[in-house]
């Protein structure tokens, strides 16, 4: 079965300094990944995916994320980290194909906090 | 950004009603999915659809039921209200076919809190 880990429940930075959330996953093939953002009471959006080709991605908002197959992780990334994006972040791998096609598990999220 | 609605978006219920969550989505998508989401935690799916007349039971075993009768609709229902049906309730749409129609947009959920 499929599986998300992402290590840390809470992250603090300071507005202005860089950014990486980590997630580790667990799937037997080539997986599709995402980072999603939440905000409070809000539902989720896509903040940037992984299909095939290039292991860096790039998404909305600034934000990129790395897939090394080699550590099964699919890190997030910011160079300088805004206080709007004071947030939840999800991470969720995707299945490619059989019964379970389409559907996503997602990772605990991280809580983002963003000091002045 | 695909347009997916949820109403209510908050609903306060006292135990026993019957409630039903709306999700609508003006994107033609295919697949239509129900998460549930305690405060703090992961999405768990609990109902998923690939199309008109086919609903599946996702991962959590939840005592709602979901219908499709319309491409747009994915209606959520709860019989019966219980305390432990106090939750965030999200809905997301995906497209048929392909690697990259994989990819979920979500509604803004609704948070049910039953008394």
């Known amino acids: 079965a499929q599986s998300v880990t992402q290590p840390d429940i809470h992250i603090t930075v300071s507005e202005g300094a860089s950014l990486e959330l980590r997630c580790n996953y667990s799937y037997g093939a080539t997986p599709y990944l995402f980072w999603y953002v939440q905000s409070p009471g809000q539902g989720l959006q896509l903040l940037l995916k992984y299909f095939s080709g290039d292991t860096l991605v790039q998404g909305i908002k600034g934000f990129e994320a790395e897939f090394k197959r080699s550590q099964s992780s699919f890190n997030l990334r910011k160079p300088s980290v805004h206080w709007s994006d004071a947030a939840e972040y999800f991470c969720?791998?995707?299945?490619?194909?059989?019964?379970?096609?389409?559907?996503?598990?997602f990772g605990q999220g991280t809580i983002l906090t963003v000091h002045p | 950004e695909a347009d997916i609605y949820q109403t209510p978006r908050y609903l306060v219920i006292g135990t026993g009603k019957k409630i039903t969550l709306e999700c609508s989505q003006t994107m033609g998508h295919d697949k239509m999915y129900w998460y549930q989401q305690d405060p703090g935690m992961e999405l768990h799916l609990i109902h998923y659809s690939y199309g008109v007349n086919s609903t599946e039971k996702g991962d959590l075993s939840s005592e709602s039921t979901v219908s499709r009768i319309r491409t747009e609709h994915f209606p959520l229902t709860l019989e019966s209200a219980r305390p432990s049906h106090t939750s965030q309730y999200l809905c997301a749409s995906s497209r048929r076919g392909g690697a990259s129609t994989d990819t979920q947009y979500f509604g803004p959920g609704t948070r049910l809190t039953v008394l």
């Open positions: 969720a791998v995707g299945n490619a194909g059989g019964t379970s096609y389409g559907k996503l598990t």
